[in-house]
């Protein structure tokens, strides 16, 4: 399974993140200007749709803040179990499965109504709906059915990302 095995990267790579967090840096809240001087907090509000390379910009921004935020909810997670990251300790197969049903999927529905909130730019407006209700709807799935999760279970939306122009979406 795709998903399961995902997780036991995702601890390996945790561990890494461990020894290096104090060298990271944080972003700012502040709302920034994209090309065409609207500012992100406009955009988001629908005020104007921005250039595509800045839309892309926005949009890779709240998939790599929920990545963030999964990656600190693992790490908490790991604490409370006993889990040790920094041995490289893996979940159990119970665990992996509260993970994805517990934090995995529903940090990823959060994304599909971040991005849906968006304002795309004047002609993407279709496809990055489609791209969108694609990922709500391939996260309503994995929600009804968590143990049914296999390679294909965001392969849709994760193709579509990509498509678009996203980077860190569907990653």
């Known amino acids: 399974m795709y ?18 967090a104090g060298c990271g840096g944080g972003g700012d809240s502040t709302a920034g200007t994209d090309t065409t001087g609207s500012t992100d907090t406009e ?15 926005e949009a890779d921004k709240v998939c790599s803040d929920a990545e963030l935020e999964l990656s600190e909810e693992v790490i908490a997670y790991a604490k409370d179990q006993g889990i040790d990251i920094e041995a490289e300790e893996e979940p159990s197969d119970a665990q992996k499965t509260e993970i994805y049903e517990q934090i995995v999927i529903p940090n ?23 791209l969108t209700s694609t990922l709500a709807d391939e996260a309503q799935a994995a929600e ?28």
């Open 144 to 171: 009804e059915d968590p143990g049914n999760l296999d390679e294909g279970a965001f392969e849709e939306a994760s193709k579509k990302a990509h498509e678009f122009g996203l980077t860190s979406c569907g990653a």
């Open 43 to 57: 955009a988001e509000s629908g005020a104007a749709a921005p250039a595509k390379a800045a839309f892309i910009k």
């Open 108 to 130: 990823i529905a959060r994304q599909a109504e971040e991005l849906a909130a968006l304002t795309p730019p004047k002609g993407d407006e279709e496809a990055f709906e489609d």
């Open 3 to 20: 998903m399961r095995r995902l997780v036991a990267a995702l601890f390996a790579v945790l561990a890494i993140a461990v020894v290096a």
